[in-house]
């Protein structure tokens, strides 16, 4: 259990907070703090406290992990610890590390002064979790600093580095060198320069732009749609303005504990969790040895070559890129300098950053250039003799003990590496499969082949982190986890067309359950011809007995690839991305329809969600049973982050928890009593049957 212990300097009483990794506010906890500084309050000898995190200084507030758990009754809780602080007839300084958020920065603004080392960053990323901060954050911020920084942060859930929160005024210093040293030295002139020593409660916030409520209203509804938590932010924000303050803190937590208790910030506790669980892969551990990625090559300048270059560029890290067409090679170089500049220009980045990344990246001529790299990643088209030729190529012209990786979609990696027998003896062949464009999308499905040792995995998953990617770890099948799913989700869409739905209503649907875009659009947006072309060549493994859509084939037929033509399943204007509906293709889809002998019906909006993501939760199932996901929260995180799953809802296997198994079982079998393709996976069948969820598989995996 953690604590807090007090240490004397002179004549300031150190309070250190020790609860490794991040001084979570964990039970026993606040007590600790509570009790240190009723002891520093106590000593004659003792004139100004310092408070801070122990180990590396992280103040990461409130314990997530006992969100929706009881608190032992007699338990002090971080709502004890303010008022004791600003009651203290001594000055309290925070002293912050690292990171200070959530209850840790709500308790730092309710001490008398903050310090922070330079590295630190402050925020209420409560947010993120579903809630508005619920120990004082949207009373006391927008008193400390102005109204607008205040909110942004609340409402945004950024981290505010430390020289800017000094310039809002949340913190009174930034220290450089030693930050214990400099605290107990700002504490001894503090304590010098005697009382009144300023608290948060005591100021009346600064309204610094009259319409920053409304102006970040009219954000919400566009980018945050169907939340609640973004809002609830912003209204405990206007109560600091509006009421008094000690009646803005009893509202505020009334908002907070109906937020912590919604679907919402379950569902997004639950990602939190995710994330962190998604690190954890059988066979690697802590003492697995990740080699250094000093240098890395791209094969195949096309759009995923361009943008994976790109994200090892701006991790720092020299990247050299080659193509077997040389105006491709061009192409990808100058985009990459145009996609700098217009960062550039809306400052995102300076001028010199954007020179020095652009100088990590080395055109080179032939594949043998790439000689020196600790790690390849082929990018050519998606054909598998290509693919094994640039395979046995890169084997050759790599150095012992390269990684050689394919961002294959859909082929099979295991085959790729069984091209390149020492290579894949060595355990140094996997897929990495970023998502488009690469250097935004944050999620990487991380393929283990059969043969990857534990070392390259490793390797690969600390390089993730390094390019700012969410990990997945995938097993080799077709697909792996999210394009196999994809499957299921495209196909119930052309269906649904024929059966009556415009490409409206179905994108709609989907946007309203809070997709980031409909599968109509995005569709058009990534181009129809590729999946086309696909289809065309793998039509031979089509079971003719099983339903066929060809609205998309038809679509294709007629040159409409989607945005790239101007007309795909709806029609853009010259130089515009916003789709118009088009009546055409509202013939075209009752053209098939008829000719298939659909009778066309209306079809509502829940019918749409249905069809389309129960498909994704049997599929998901499978790849549970297959152990091609390791864990259901690792299938919600390819969702939400490679396909516009909204977060909000936790994932498609923790959407499903919730709508409950059983029900998504019967309208799964009763839809496979008359349509193809939804057959109940063997695991829906026992999940449903005992009563149980994804989350309980999932819990039992963890052994919890
Ligand atoms: N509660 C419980 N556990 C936490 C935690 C928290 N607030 N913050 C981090 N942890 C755990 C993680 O789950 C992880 O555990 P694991 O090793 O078993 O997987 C461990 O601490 C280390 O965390 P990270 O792997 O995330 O470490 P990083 O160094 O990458 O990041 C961090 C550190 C920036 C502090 C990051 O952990 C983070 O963002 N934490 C959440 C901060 C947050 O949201 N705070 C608000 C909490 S809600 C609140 O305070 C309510 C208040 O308003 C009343
Ligand atoms: P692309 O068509 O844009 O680019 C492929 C590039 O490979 C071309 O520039 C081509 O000249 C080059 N190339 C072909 N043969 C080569 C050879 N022998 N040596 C060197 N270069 C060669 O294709 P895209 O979209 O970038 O896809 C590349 C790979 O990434 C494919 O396997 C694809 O399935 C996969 N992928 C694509 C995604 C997408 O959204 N486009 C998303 C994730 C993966």
């Known amino acids: 259990m953690g604590g807090a212990s007090l240490e004397r300097h002179g004549a300031i009483g150190v309070i250190t907070i020790d609860n490794p990794p991040v001084n979570a506010m964990s039970v026993g906890v606040p007590g600790a703090i ?18 801070r995190g122990g180990g590396r200084g992280a103040l990461a507030g409130a314990d997530i992990a006992m969100f929706g758990k009881p608190w032992p009754e007699d338990e002090p809780t971080l709502r004890h610890v303010i008022p004791a602080i600003e009651r203290s007839t001594k000055p309290v300084i925070a002293a912050l590390a690292g990171y ?3 209850g840790g920065l709500e308790m730092a603004l309710s001490c008398h002064y903050r310090v922070a080392s330079r590295e630190t960053g402050v925020g209420q990323p409560e947010v993120l979790l579903g809630f508005p901060p619920g120990a004082g954050g949207t009373q006391r911020l927008p008193r400390i600093a102005n109204v607008s920084t205040a909110l942004a942060m609340i409402v945004d859930g950024t981290r505010v580095p430390a020289e800017k929160a000094a310039e809002h005024g949340i913190l009174d210093r930034v220290i450089e060198g030693d930050l214990l040293q400099g605290a107990v030295a700002f504490a001894e002139e503090r304590a010098a320069g005697g009382p009144p020593h300023p608290l948060a409660r005591d100021r009346t916030p600064v309204l610094d732009d009259p319409g920053i409520f409304e102006a970040t209203r009219e954000r919400l509804a566009r980018r945050a749609r169907g939340q609640r938590a973004p809002l609830a932010c912003l209204e405990c924000v206007e109560m600091a303005l509006s009421l008094p303050f000690d009646e803005g803190i009893r509202r505020e937590r009334e908002v907070f504990e109906a937020c912590m208790a919604s679907a919402e910030s379950k569902a997004l506790r639950h990602v939190f969790f995710a994330e962190r669980q998604a690190r954890r892969v059988p066979g690697i551990g802590k003492e697995t040895p990740a080699r250094p990625v000093e240098r890395a090559a791209i094969v195949g300048a096309g759009t995923m070559g361009t943008g994976i270059a790109t994200c090892f560029a701006n991790a720092g890290i020299p990247v050299r890129l080659t193509d077997s067409d040389g105006g ?9 300098r145009s996609g700098y500049e217009s960062r550039v220009a809306r400052g995102r980045i300076g001028t010199a950053d954007a020179e020095a990344r652009m100088a990590l990246i080395e055109p080179v001529e032939t594949m043998e250039g790439v000689a020196g790299a600790d790690l390849v990643i082929e990018a050519v088209f998606e054909e598998m003799p290509l693919k094994e030729e640039v395979f046995r190529t890169l084997d050759a012209a790599c150095d012992e003990g390269a990684i050689i990786a394919s961002n294959t979609s859909y082929l099979d990696v295991n085959h790729l590496a069984d091209t390149v027998p020492r290579r894949r003896d060595a355990g ?19 393929v283990r082949t059969d043969s990857a040792s534990p070392e390259t995995l490793a390797t690969v998953l600390a390089l993730a982190q390094r ?5 997945v770890v995938a097993g080799v099948c077709h697909g792996f986890i999210g394009n196999r799913m994809l499957e299921g989700y495209t196909r119930q869409v052309r269906f649904l067309l024929e059966e009556g739905a415009s490409p409206v209503d179905v994108d709609a649907a989907m946007t309203g359950f809070g997709m980031a875009m409909g599968p109509c659009a995005v569709a058009d947006l990534a181009g129809l011809d590729v999946s086309w072309r696909k289809r065309k060549a793998d039509a031979h493994l089509r079971d003719p007995s099983k339903r066929y859509s060809a609205v998309a084939d038809r679509l294709c037929e007629r040159g409409r690839f989607g945005q790239k033509t101007g007309a795909g399943y709806y029609r853009y204007e010259p130089g515009s991305r916003t789709p118009i509906p088009d009546p055409e293709v509202d013939a075209l889809i009752a053209e098939v329809a008829a ?4 009778a066309r019906r209306s079809i509502g909006a829940d019918e749409i969600v249905e069809r389309l993501l129960y498909p994704l939760v049997n599929e998901g199932a499978r790849l549970l049973d297959e152990g091609i996901a390791l864990r259901a929260s690792d299938v919600d995180l390819v969702w939400i982050n490679g396909y516009g799953f909204p977060r909000w809802r ?34 829906l069948n026992r999940l449903a049957a005992d009563g149980k969820g994804f989350a309980d598989l999932d819990r039992a995996a963890r052994g919890g």
């Open 34 to 51: 509570l009790s240190r500084l009723e002891e520093a309050g106590a000593d004659d000898a003792i004139e100004a406290i310092v408070l």
């Open 100 to 102: 200070c958020l959530g």
């Open 328 to 336: 491709a090679l061009e192409r990808a170089l100058a985009a990459i």
């Open 428 to 446: 140094c062949v996997l897929g990495m499969h970023f998502f488009s464009p690469a250097q935004v999308m944050r999620l990487l499905e991380v």
């Open 467 to 471: 390019l700012g990617k969410l990990a």
């Open 595 to 598: 000719e298939s002998g659909i």
């Open 650 to 683: 936790g994932g498609v296997m923790h959407w499903a928890d919730g709508v409950g198994l059983a029900a998504i079982h019967e309208t799964v079998a009763r839809l496979d009593e008359s349509e193809d393709y939804w057959e109940p996976a063997p695991l």
